[in-house]
């Protein structure tokens, strides 16, 4: 530190770099999520010694267990970001939580060990989602969260292409410690990353501190003169968005309630929700069924993730530039219109030969597409409208807005819908079948579609007001 101020203050606080870590966070944790999928059935079986029948409720719950935590947090992590002067501090203990629960996953020799694990890695998941998207919307602003989110979340689709592909080799070449190395190594490289970030705010506040007073006198005037020559025709808030002086005390207490007022917000909550429980779904069931109809060991299954996530590195950015320039609804009402037959098509799935596995693949790869264009609007059009609340009311959701909180609530959906997503594949599954499973997710899907068509905003929204 240089006369009080940060080492490379300049360079750590660009938000090329900003971007880079959030992205690296969100990567490191859905890696971290994904590394043990294809796992789960043979760490079960070899070390634990399930019984091959118990075997998919066992893995279902592993998975729906992190999602748990996850969801039970978000909220208390949200609201505890907003109370933090910084992001930052949150941020590095999140890292501390995924290397201790990826220790006790891969060393772990109980059930309750391996539950343990995963709730850890739930609550620790919980901050690297509600602080990295809060981090996301203070650093770009929110006319352009979809296309960085889409990017970033096309970058994090590696983490989830890799982890399984890997996770498959490492397990199958070296056993648990494999994957538990590259765990550890990668929480390196993303603890690093942290420690160098600086939010932009906290530089701003820096660079005052130590500003000479001429040049802090020179910007005032700057100011001012850029204020005379604003126009006089101003934006007053839509009266839709002003909150009610009479409120309850549970609406004081929590004033993100009140932004759920909007058929758009809810919508939102129920794309992420669903989109979350779809994929847990997938992760559920592929791996299963893998092992049940071809024969998969641990390799092959991991390959097997590579046509679901594959799309979504390229259609992830393309989808979020789309949202940021036509709106949510055209992109959730497509790409869920089209994902629900295409779920449903996978009872034509059944166990054989190479003909079989193709038909597999190419259907997987169709659903991954689709997944990868419900990821944008969600995000784009519960920040829209938080965005038009806390300009409407400044003065209740203070000076950093409600971002953090509305972050956590996204989280705690997506959670939601992971936890759901395996336990629901998992009794359907064993109830009614593989195919009448996929045709109950598709039906999902498809009311998720009629849903945002009601609901969805048609274009991308302005800020919200009233020229005078």
């Known amino acids: ?32 999520y994904g590394l043990p999928v294809p796992l789960l059935p043979y760490i079960l079986e070899d070390r634990l010694h399930v019984p091959a029948n118990k075997i998919q409720h066992h893995s279902s719950s592993l998975l729906a267990a992190h999602a748990v935590a996850s969801a039970v947090f978000c909220p208390a992590a949200g609201i505890l970001t907003d109370l933090f002067p910084g992001r930052k501090v949150p941020y590095l203990l999140s890292v501390l939580g995924l290397l201790l629960a990826a220790v006790l996953f891969f060393l772990g020799d109980s059930m309750p060990t391996l539950v343990l694990a995963r709730v850890l890695q739930g609550i620790s998941g919980a901050w690297v989602w509600t602080v990295g998207q809060a981090i996301l919307i203070d650093t770009v602003g929110a006319q352009n969260v979809g296309k960085a989110t889409g990017s970033i979340l096309g970058t994090v689709s590696v983490g989830s292409l890799a982890a399984p592909v890997l996770g498959g080799i490492l397990y199958h070449r070296a056993g648990v410690i494999g994957p538990l ?31 000479d007073p001429a040049e802090q006198n020179r910007r005032a005037d700057d100011t001012y003169e850029e204020g005379a020559e604003t126009p006089l025709l101003k934006t007053l808030p839509d009266q839709a968005y002003i909150v009610p002086q009479d409120q309850s005390r549970v609406m004081k207490a929590y004033h993100i309630l009140h932004c759920f007022k909007d058929g758009g917000m809810l919508t939102s909550n129920w794309i992420t ?46 989808a979020g530039w789309i949202t940021d320039r036509q709106g949510s609804r055209i992109i959730a009402i497509g790409g869920f219109g089209l994902l629900g037959p295409l779920l449903m098509l996978l009872r034509a799935v059944h166990p054989g030969g190479l003909d079989q596995i193709l038909i597999y693949c190419l259907l997987l790869t169709l659903c991954g597409t689709c997944l990868a264009t419900t990821n944008p609007p969600a995000l784009v059009e519960s920040t829209l409208v938080v965005e038009k609340y806390h300009k409407a009311n400044p003065e209740v959701f203070g000076p950093n807005g409600p971002y953090a909180q509305i972050s956590s609530v996204t989280g705690f959906m997506y959670n939601a819908g992971s936890a759901l997503g395996p336990l629901l594949a998992g009794v359907l599954k064993d109830a009614v079948g593989y195919g009448n499973m996929n045709l109950a997710t598709g039906a999902l899907s498809l009311l998720t579609a009629l849903l945002a068509f009601f609901y969805i905003e048609g274009k991308s929204p302005d800020t919200a007001g009233t020229p005078v």
């Open 1 to 32: 530190m240089l006369n009080g101020t940060p080492w490379g203050l300049k360079w750590r606080s660009e938000t090329p770099l900003i971007l880079t870590t959030v992205a690296l966070g969100l990567f490191t944790d859905f890696f971290l």
């Open 181 to 211: 190395a590259l765990a550890c190594s990668l929480l390196g490289v993303d603890l690093i990353m942290r420690l160098l970030m600086i939010e932009k705010k906290i530089a701003a506040g820096q660079r005052l501190k130590t500003e």
């Open 273 to 318: 929700l669903i989109q979350a429980t779809l994929v847990g779904s997938l992760d559920a069931t592929v791996p299963t069924v893998a092992e049940e109809y071809y024969g998969f060991n641990s390799l092959q299954t991991g390959l097997l993730f590579i046509p679901v996530v594959l799309p979504m590195l390229v259609i992830g950015p393309v």
